[in-house]
DNA sequence: GGGAAGCGCAACCATTTGGTTGTATGATAG
DNA sequence: CTATCATACAACCAAATGGTTGCGCTTCCC
């Protein structure tokens, strides 16, 4: 366990932001599988202009969930699997708050209570 | 485990989207706390019209993070944790996406992959 | 009954988004 | 050196976002 900076709210908006789009969850899943992507090769796998892809990209590699890395004169996308771990994070912190709502009912009944 | 059906693209899209403002994440954190919140309750909270945090519960209950109850003249508004989960398990799809890669990788070094 | 609270909805506005095309630049192939 | 490929970036445009105000309807309280 790594103690990482907490993110923005900002940058927490860029993340979701960024993941609210078929395309871009598309590419995500992509390099994250692996798959040796340029833009223009990902680019060729949709039906939208090459910059179009390009401004996905560069959303993603805004909201920190991919890195462009400068491969002659192609740039290979790849995958960042700790941001996606992190919105993961923040939503089970969500499901926290509502699980922490039976513990205050067990509070009234103090005999059940379970610690934690 | 019960066969939830599968979200479309563009409730995924909503799902997203309706997390990618920090308003909707607060309002939503505090239904999910318990929070007995109206939405003109809600709306007393930011510095923003009543429409406007009307609004923002409407794009909430659009992605389904959201319910509103009818309670005389007040519309309750409760969180739907069942949701956030979902989106969670999206984004743990794409991690396992990533931690796939290394199971080609085990194969040639057994013994090494122990770790979540 | 009548006024006020709570909500929904529509109109409006500035800004952002998501696509396009066109142009410029760096790297590669011949 | 020249032509071409991969990329970057700017301008442009339609549509969506996120806020506002205003109006109308239902419900509650005196």
Redesign the interface.
């Known amino acids: 366990m790594v103690a990482l900076p907490p993110l923005s709210?900002a940058e927490?908006?860029?993340?979701?932001?960024a993941?609210?789009?078929?395309t871009r969850?598309d590419i995500?899943?992509r390099v994250?599988?692996?798959e040796q992507a340029s833009i223009s090769a990902l680019a060729a796998r949709y039906q939208m202009s090459f910059a179009a892809v390009q401004k996905h990209v560069a959303v993603l590699e805004g909201a920190g969930l991919v890195t462009k890395q400068a491969h002659g004169r192609e740039r290979i996308v790849r995958?960042n699997?700790e941001r996606?771990?992190r919105?993961?994070e923040l939503?089970?912190q969500?499901?926290e708050?509502?699980k922490?709502?039976f513990s205050?009912l067990d509070s009234l009944f103090p005999d059940t209570r379970s610690q934690e």
Chains 1, 2 share one sequence.
Request: aromatic residues 6%.
């Open positions: 709210d927490i908006d860029r993340v979701f932001h993941l609210a789009d078929a969850r995500v899943a994250l599988g692996g995958g699997p996606i771990a919105a993961r939503l089970g969500l499901e708050l509502w922490a709502r205050q």
